[in-house]
């Protein structure tokens, strides 16, 4: 291997993107091209011959290459021992439409894509035996321009694949792999590259192969593009072309994750192949959804991608006839009734039905989760419809700054990043001097204003528009507060405009003054969401809001970490509860930022009262306007009588102390437990290793243990409705309870069923299984008897319910069964 391969190499492991030593080397090799677009590839491919004959004849290069080398193998060794003792020898696929990893692989839109980024790289740094699935889009997103009047236009150029750390992924057989899915009437052929990230690895499927025609050659190069048509076959290339991908290079994963429904078709892939090894079609179902884990992401019923059923019947009909699928019970996997009272297919509702762990992605997100599907459990309570949450988080290293990242070294530990699965080693960070984490922030908001300088110059420098009074009049001693993400129109990027008197008074107050910077896309196709765009722009133009209210375009992975790194606060005031998660306010918090937001996603676990500030209140108006018109004097009424008063505060040394106070609660209190170590750690302990044991047991025996289940789940329906309670004698005395009880099973045994003390109190449930005493007289009555003292009880709503028993089960609810005696114990 020559010297530009050796380093061609070494730059394609996106390692070097959270690991300062292996970005170093690379940046070293051209400083000022690795400045200009941060690609250590690109850099490597066009490095001239003469400076490479340099490099190997440089010893000192040479003996650092050499270093290099050996310490990124000694960090992918220690990743793999990190591997939890459950995953050992086993494998996790994980599915997602975008992956966020770095700007020089611009393969996402938004928060999904970066969550999915951080999620491959925390499972690098936890030691995950790991595949990520995603599509190779050849002109990304789109790139962002905005222009004089505001407009925002989408630059769809495609990538030169020479510039992206991807390879072809080579099969068994030393060949580039290909694979094939079958679309109406055709079969398209997909070439699969590969990204390695550590010890993880994503495949990247990809449409444009000289074998297919000119129109299925761009299926894959836009995300999010195209129009119905495109999206339904590129979730189709995603989930099923994913696991064609997989099993062609050899990979049995134990473990399949969906993340979000774009990728819920994998399901579908596998049930064709347990229906082709033999299994019937409910046991397939089962077999399938035992090792399999979604995760939603979506809070509004509308933003759950469906199809109508004419379009699935054109894609799926003849595939389900090859595959030996009834397609009439596949759309019974996934039709639903839309708010119009149309029949649609919800890929959310296949993911749910086809897995086995379901979870949102925040604590509130879990509560609307189950209120927007409990209906797929029919007996089940809302509040314990089996759809958890795993809070996201991102990956510290790969968003907190130099300064901040040496501070947690001199502090923690080396190796602090090994302290994110230790929140209260964080602690030790409040014994920091309030000038040293000061001072470290003020470099970075010396960082972002020359960012928003260079971002403002491009932008605006056309005849006709005030560029010059806006620069003048950028103060970076001002209270920074961003706005950053998606315009999509829930956010209510423009909820801070509502009274322009009252915030011209805040942003241009004498000596407190405040800067608003606002960056963020609208997709081509949200005319709403661009509408908001120019509303800002128009306001940042106005002259008393030049240089106080800043619009920047382009925005992407780097000029977000200017953001999150030099914001003093980030406002985050989405219409609550539609912000599943957010991840952005998130990001400030290792840099020393504050969140200013609804209490919505994240930020209901995240708020402790000293770590930022809540706008409104946790409630839900129901009426749009009037939420609108408290959060929005709620949010004035914060930065006029606290925020803006606490940062202009100083001590005689000139230090905003109280400020620096609330910085380092927020560091401290969410840093380590908003983080994906944290987060990936919970899917390993509450979805991976579950998921991955159970399907060690259900394929034994040639699936034995899934057809017995299956067997008693039809048995179990036919008898279930013949089930009545007879009587109910309980009393109550002052903190115990005395409970006897008759039920009729008919043909049910007593071993098949688990009949419990249901109590409620403050919306808690506990729940206490009442034991079997005997059999009645003889006429199928069982008694069972309880006897429980808890001081709770006094207060509990009390019930009594029966639901099946069965090994296999895993949880409760999960065959949506559930009887209620008659009679509440009063």
Same mark, same amino acid.
């Given at each position: 291997?020559?010297?530009?391969?050796?380093?061609?190499?070494?730059?394609?492991?996106?390692?070097?993107?959270?690991?300062?030593?292996?970005?170093?080397?690379?940046?070293?090799?051209?400083?000022?091209?690795?400045?200009?677009?941060?690609?250590?590839?690109?850099?490597?491919?066009?490095?001239?011959?003469?400076?490479?004959?340099?490099?190997?004849?440089?010893?000192?290069?040479?003996?650092?290459?050499?270093?290099?080398?050996?310490?990124?193998?000694?960090?992918?060794?220690?990743?793999?021992?990190?591997?939890?003792?459950?995953?050992?020898?086993?494998?996790?696929?994980?599915?997602?439409?975008?992956?966020?990893?770095?700007?020089?692989?611009?393969?996402?839109?938004?928060?999904?894509?970066?969550?999915?980024?951080?999620?491959?790289?925390?499972?690098?740094?936890?030691?995950?035996?790991?595949?990520?699935?995603?599509?190779?889009?050849?002109?990304?997103?789109?790139?962002?321009?905005?222009?004089?009047?505001?407009?925002?236009?989408?630059?769809?150029?495609?990538?030169?694949?020479?510039?992206?750390?991807?390879?072809?992924?080579?099969?068994?057989?030393?060949?580039?792999?290909?694979?094939?899915?079958?679309?109406?009437?055709?079969?398209?052929?997909?070439?699969?590259?590969?990204?390695?990230?550590?010890?993880?690895?994503?495949?990247?499927?990809?449409?444009?192969?000289?074998?297919?025609?000119?129109?299925?050659?761009?299926?894959?190069?836009?995300?999010?593009?195209?129009?119905?048509?495109?999206?339904?076959?590129?979730?189709?290339?995603?989930?099923?072309?994913?696991?064609?991908? @997989?099993?062609? #290079? /050899?990979? !049995?994963? $134990?473990?399949?994750?969906?993340?979000?429904?774009?990728?819920?078709? %994998? =399901? *579908?892939?596998?049930?064709?192949?347990?229906?082709?090894?033999?299994?019937?079609?409910?046991?397939?179902?089962?077999?399938?959804?035992?090792?399999?884990?979604?995760?939603?992401?979506?809070?509004?019923?509308?933003?759950?991608?469906?199809?109508?059923?004419?379009?699935?019947?054109?894609?799926?009909?003849?595939?389900?006839?090859?595959?030996?699928?009834?397609?009439?019970? @596949?759309?019974? #996997? /996934?039709? !639903?009734? $839309?708010?119009?009272?149309?029949?649609?297919?919800?890929?959310?509702? %296949? =993911? *749910?039905?086809?897995?086995?762990?379901?979870?949102?992605?925040?604590?509130?997100?879990?509560?609307?989760?189950?209120?927007?599907?409990?209906?797929?459990?029919?007996?089940?309570?809302?509040?314990?419809?089996?759809?958890?949450?795993?809070?996201?988080?991102?990956?510290?290293?790969?968003?907190?700054?130099?300064?901040?990242?040496?501070?947690?070294?001199?502090?923690?530990?080396?190796?602090?990043?090994?302290?994110?699965?230790?929140?209260?080693?964080?602690?030790?960070?409040?014994?920091?001097?309030?000038?040293?984490?000061?001072?470290?922030?003020?470099?970075?908001?010396?960082?972002?204003?020359?960012?928003?300088?260079?971002?403002?110059?491009?932008?605006?420098?056309?005849?006709?528009?005030?560029?010059?009074?806006?620069?003048?009049?950028?103060?970076?001693?001002?209270?920074?507060?961003?706005?950053?993400?998606?315009?999509?129109?829930?956010?209510?990027?423009?909820?801070?405009?509502?009274?322009?008197?009252?915030?011209?008074?805040?942003?241009?107050?004498?000596?407190?003054?405040?800067?608003?910077?606002?960056?963020?896309?609208?997709?081509?196709?949200?005319?709403?969401?661009?509408?908001?765009?120019?509303?800002?722009?128009?306001?940042?133009?106005?002259?008393?809001?030049?240089?106080?209210?800043?619009?920047?375009?382009?925005?992407?992975?780097?000029?977000?970490?200017?953001?999150?790194?030099?914001?003093?606060?980030?406002?985050?005031?989405?219409?609550?509860?539609?912000?599943?998660?957010?991840?952005?306010?998130?990001?400030?918090?290792?840099?020393?930022?504050?969140?200013?937001?609804?209490?919505?996603?994240?930020?209901?676990?995240?708020?402790?009262?000293?770590?930022?500030?809540?706008?409104?209140?946790?409630?839900?108006?129901?009426?749009?306007?009037?939420?609108?018109?408290?959060?929005?004097?709620?949010?004035?009424?914060?930065?006029?009588?606290?925020?803006?008063?606490?940062?202009?505060?100083?001590?005689?040394?000139?230090?905003?102390?109280?400020?620096?106070?609330?910085?380092?609660?927020?560091?401290?209190?969410?840093?380590?437990?908003?983080?994906?170590?944290?987060?990936?750690?919970?899917?390993?302990?509450?979805?991976?290793?579950?998921?991955?044991?159970?399907?060690?047991?259900?394929?034994?025996?040639?699936?034995?243990?899934?057809?017995?289940?299956?067997?008693?789940?039809?048995?179990?329906?036919?008898?279930?409705?013949?089930?009545?309670?007879?009587?109910?004698?309980?009393?109550?005395?002052?903190?115990?309870?005395?409970?006897?009880?008759?039920?009729?099973?008919?043909?049910?045994?007593?071993?098949?069923?688990?009949?419990?003390?249901?109590?409620?109190?403050?919306?808690?449930?506990?729940?206490?299984?009442?034991?079997?005493?005997?059999?009645?007289?003889?006429?199928?009555?069982?008694?069972?008897?309880?006897?429980?003292?808890?001081?709770?009880?006094?207060?509990?709503?009390?019930?009594?319910?029966?639901?099946?028993?069965?090994?296999?089960?895993?949880?409760?609810?999960?065959?949506?069964?559930?009887?209620?005696?008659?009679?509440?114990?009063?």
């Amino acid at each position: 291997m020559n010297l530009r391969d050796t380093l061609l190499d070494l730059a394609s492991d996106l390692l070097w993107s959270w690991k300062p030593w292996y970005r170093e080397f690379l940046a070293g090799l051209d400083p000022a091209a690795f400045q200009r677009h941060e690609n250590p590839v690109r850099l490597v491919r066009e490095l001239p011959d003469e400076r490479l004959k340099a490099l190997e004849k440089d010893r000192s290069f040479q003996a650092a290459l050499k270093d290099l080398t050996a310490r990124r193998e000694t960090e992918h060794a220690k990743a793999r021992a990190r591997c939890p003792e459950g995953l050992r020898g086993r494998q996790v696929a994980y599915f997602s439409a975008e992956f966020g990893i770095h700007n020089s692989l611009p393969i996402y839109s938004g928060g999904l894509g970066v969550l999915s980024g951080d999620h491959i790289k925390s499972a690098h740094d936890l030691g995950l035996p790991f595949t990520g699935i995603g599509l190779m889009y050849r002109q990304g997103y789109f790139g962002q321009r905005i222009d004089a009047a505001g407009v925002q236009h989408a630059d769809m150029d495609l990538m030169n694949l020479e510039h992206l750390p991807v390879r072809r992924t080579i099969g068994p057989e030393g060949q580039p792999l290909e694979i094939g899915v079958d679309l109406p009437g055709r079969e398209v052929r997909l070439l699969v590259w590969e990204v390695r990230v550590g010890i993880a690895r994503l495949l990247l499927l990809d449409s444009d192969c000289e074998r297919n025609a000119p129109a299925d050659r761009g299926l894959t190069w836009q995300l999010y593009g195209g129009d119905r048509d495109t999206r339904l076959a590129q979730e189709i290339i995603l989930g099923i072309g994913g696991v064609r991908a @997989l099993r062609a #290079l /050899g990979v !049995e994963p $134990d473990v399949w994750h969906m993340n979000e429904g774009h990728s819920a078709f %994998l =399901a *579908v892939e596998r049930l064709r192949e347990h229906l082709a090894a033999g299994l019937d079609f409910d046991t397939a179902v089962e077999a399938t959804a035992s090792s399999t884990i979604f995760t939603t992401h979506t809070p509004v019923p509308a933003g759950n991608e469906a199809f109508l059923l004419p379009r699935l019947h054109r894609y799926f009909h003849e595939f389900c006839s090859r595959g030996g699928i009834d397609f009439h019970r @596949l759309l019974e #996997l /996934g039709t !639903e009734t $839309d708010a119009t009272g149309y029949k649609i297919f919800s890929l959310t509702a %296949l =993911a *749910v039905r086809l897995s086995r762990f379901a979870n949102g992605v925040s604590m509130l997100h879990g509560d609307v989760s189950r209120q927007m599907w409990y209906h797929l459990w029919h007996q089940v309570p809302i509040d314990e419809t089996p759809i958890g949450h795993v809070t996201n988080g991102i990956h510290t290293a790969s968003w907190v700054a130099p300064g901040f990242r040496r501070l947690y070294e001199e502090r923690l530990g080396e190796d602090w990043e090994e302290k994110l699965l230790q929140p209260e080693a964080w602690e030790a960070l409040r014994a920091t001097p309030t000038g040293e984490v000061w001072q470290r922030h003020q470099e970075l908001k010396a960082a972002l204003v020359e960012e928003i300088r260079r971002n403002l110059t491009q932008r605006l420098g056309q005849p006709g528009l005030p560029l010059e009074r806006i620069l003048q009049r950028i103060d970076p001693h001002s209270l920074f507060i961003c706005f950053a993400r998606r315009f999509a129109t829930y956010k209510r990027a423009v909820l801070i405009f509502d009274d322009l008197e009252r915030l011209d008074r805040i942003v241009n107050h004498p000596s407190h003054p405040v800067t608003l910077i606002f960056a963020g896309k609208a997709h081509p196709a949200d005319h709403p969401g661009q509408a908001l765009i120019r509303r800002v722009h128009e306001i940042s133009l106005l002259e008393r809001f030049q240089g106080r209210v800043i619009l920047l375009e382009g925005y992407s992975l780097a000029l977000a970490r200017f953001l999150v790194q030099g914001a003093d606060v980030w406002l985050n005031n989405p219409r609550r509860p539609l912000e599943a998660s957010g991840t952005s306010g998130q990001k400030v918090c290792p840099n020393g930022g504050l969140n200013l937001s609804i209490l919505d996603g994240w930020w209901v676990e995240g708020s402790n009262g000293s770590n930022g500030w809540n706008i409104g209140r946790d409630v839900d108006y129901g009426d749009e306007k009037i939420q609108d018109y408290y959060d929005v004097r709620s949010l004035y009424e914060l930065l006029e009588e606290r925020i803006v008063p606490l940062f202009y505060e100083r001590d005689s040394q000139g230090l905003p102390v109280g400020w620096v106070d609330h910085m380092k609660d927020s560091l401290i209190s969410c840093t380590a437990r908003f983080s994906t170590s944290r987060m990936v750690n919970d899917y390993v302990e509450q979805s991976y290793i579950p998921a991955a044991n159970k399907h060690q047991r259900a394929r034994e025996n040639d699936w034995q243990a899934v057809r017995d289940f299956v067997q008693y789940k039809r048995s179990l329906l036919k008898r279930w409705y013949h089930m009545t309670d007879t009587w109910l004698r309980a009393r109550r005395e002052n903190e115990c309870v005395d409970v006897d009880a008759g039920l009729y099973l008919g043909l049910l045994k007593p071993s098949e069923v688990k009949v419990e003390l249901f109590m409620r109190e403050n919306g808690k449930i506990r729940t206490v299984e009442i034991p079997l005493v005997g059999p009645g007289e003889d006429d199928g009555v069982w008694n069972y008897h309880l006897y429980l003292c808890d001081t709770n009880l006094r207060k509990s709503e009390l019930k009594l319910r029966v639901l099946p028993r069965h090994a296999w089960l895993d949880r409760d609810m999960e065959m949506g069964m559930c009887y209620w005696f008659h009679q509440k114990v009063e």
